[in-house]
């Protein structure tokens, strides 16, 4: 997954006005300009609590938060690498109750440094905030005694002082499921042979430790003996998070060890990056709290032996301000849906469909260089607001996902001199899609692993 450093990237959608009143344009929402905040900040490690509850003892939600820190450059590099490390991952990869409720609260991760989502969970009756990351399967934290771990504002998760902390052994299941979950087998430890992961992310990022066993409590739902890693050599761009939460879809994922707790399902909403902005993660089938306004439209995810641990759907069009782009690709690679990955990349016939309308609809206002991957910008310093083209995904079985309107700019510079279209281009037509986080903001994505469905409906996100 792609972790990237922090710096207040923002960008707010309303309408453009100008001189001869606003512009209007088919099917559009509206980006403002006004009240951009500094493109930059100074960070400053600070411990984050975000809340959680319980509805009628069977829902979980989590506050979710976010935070930027570091060259805006560098992050969207980093990203691109990881897109080309899944790409390499798809080509390479070889095959190998009684229903509950959480609801967590889920923020942007901001103030931690990433440009990740995350969640408050308790762990051996610690405290821990993890990045959420569905690219991923195993869980895991930093621990303590720690041969080499990146700052945190919170303390090392210290196995020794949990009661009920076990470690996993070699001849284990769970170790023996490491090469699927994590692509590297699990190393047997001496005395005693402890169970030894490693995993290495797209953009470099690495955490190496041992499996332990521990309870894990969501929102007021206990999950016990939850198998997670124990991170001990911990690097790159994790910001100052605890760790991660893995919800992919192998046996070593959170959704996997409690799908006897809560079915397989699981939701969340992303809120957009303003660190004081919730969203929130809900474990469990109950859409009572969910606070969608249009709604679920769900999609069947495709299955691949190949390709299992991730979430994969069949994208059948995309529309821009109510016209359809045309591409060959529509209908045949299928296109992942990822938490991890930023910016959305599309088949390059998508893409220039996709890009050739929005300059067509845009063409009132004046250009701006592109910016690393973000090839399509413009120039809306001397504007307030404008109308812009509503992007639709659409999915096999009707279903439909509208981006919502800060989903669509990166704002490169604080002044609006400079904003890229938010979606960039694969390098080849056969290489498979990915919807990233960011297109995601303000939409309700519901995950049914056990019906193998998948479901998108507009919601503004907050936890209150």
Same mark, same amino acid.
């Given at each position: 997954m792609l972790l990237w450093s922090s710096m207040?990237?923002?960008?707010?959608?309303? !309408? $453009? /006005?100008?001189?001869?009143? !606003? $512009? /209007?344009?088919?099917?559009?929402?509206?980006?403002?300009?006004k009240r951009l905040p500094s493109a930059r900040s100074q960070y400053s490690p600070t411990r984050i609590s975000l809340k959680s509850r319980t509805r009628n003892g069977t829902a979980t939600v989590l506050e979710m938060k976010h935070r930027e820190h570091g060259k805006l450059e560098k992050r969207v590099i980093l990203d691109d690498i990881r897109v080309e490390s899944i790409q390499s991952r798809i080509k390479n990869t070889v095959s190998v109750s009684t229903q509950k409720q959480a609801q967590l609260p889920l923020i942007s991760g901001l103030k931690l440094q990433t440009l990740n989502y995350i969640v408050t969970v308790t762990l051996g009756g610690r405290n821990l905030t993890v990045i959420v990351d569905t690219g991923s399967d195993l869980s895991w934290v930093q621990c303590q005694p720690c041969r080499f771990c990146y700052t945190q504002p919170d303390p090392l998760f210290n196995p020794s002082l949990s009661h009920s902390y076990q470690s996993v052994q070699c001849s284990s299941k769970p170790c023996q499921t490491l090469q699927y979950s994590t692509g590297n087998s699990g190393l047997c430890g001496k005395n005693p042979p402890l169970c030894n992961y490693a995993v290495t992310y797209g953009d470099g990022s690495y955490t190496r430790g041992e499996l332990g066993k521990d309870r894990l409590v969501l929102g007021g739902i206990a999950v016990e003996s939850f198998v997670f890693g124990c991170g001990r050599n911990n690097k790159g761009l994790f910001g100052a998070a605890s760790g991660l939460m893995g919800l992919g879809r192998s046996d070593l994922s959170l959704i996997s060890q409690t799908s006897d707790v809560f079915e397989g399902v699981f939701s969340y909403c992303l809120p957009d990056s303003d660190s004081d902005s919730s969203g929130s993660l809900t474990l469990g089938a109950d859409a009572s709290v969910f606070k969608n306004s249009t709604p679920v439209s769900y999609t069947r995810m495709l299955q691949n032996p190949q390709l299992y641990s991730f979430y994969i759907l069949n994208l059948t069009g995309i529309s821009i301000g109510g016209v359809g782009i045309e591409s060959p690709s529509f209908g045949k690679n299928g296109v992942l849906i990822d938490s991890g990955t930023v910016i959305t990349r599309l088949p390059p016939s998508m893409y220039r469909?996709?890009?050739?309308?929005?300059?067509?609809?845009?063409?009132?206002?004046?250009?701006?260089?592109?910016?690393?991957?973000?090839?399509?910008?413009?120039?809306?310093?001397?504007?307030?607001?404008?109308?812009?083209?509503?992007?639709?995904?659409?999915?096999?079985?009707?279903?439909e996902m509208t981006v919502d309107v800060n989903g669509m700019f990166y704002f490169v510079k604080k002044d609006a001199s400079q904003v890229c279209l938010a979606h960039a281009s694969l390098a080849y037509e056969d290489e498979i899609g990915i919807i990233g986080n960011y297109q995601q903001r303000n939409t309700r994505v519901v995950y049914d692993t056990k019906q193998m469905k998948l479901g998108f409906a507009k919601e503004i996100c907050s936890f209150s």
């Open positions: 207040v990237f923002l960008l707010a959608l309303v !309408v $453009f /006005t100008c001189s001869n009143g !606003v $512009f /209007t344009l088919a099917q559009n929402e509206l980006l403002s300009l469909g996709l890009k050739a309308e929005l300059l067509k609809e845009m063409s009132g206002f004046p250009s701006a260089p592109g910016f690393s991957i973000l090839e399509t910008c413009f120039n809306l310093s001397a504007y307030e607001e404008v109308s812009i083209p509503t992007v639709k995904m659409q999915f096999e079985g009707d279903a």
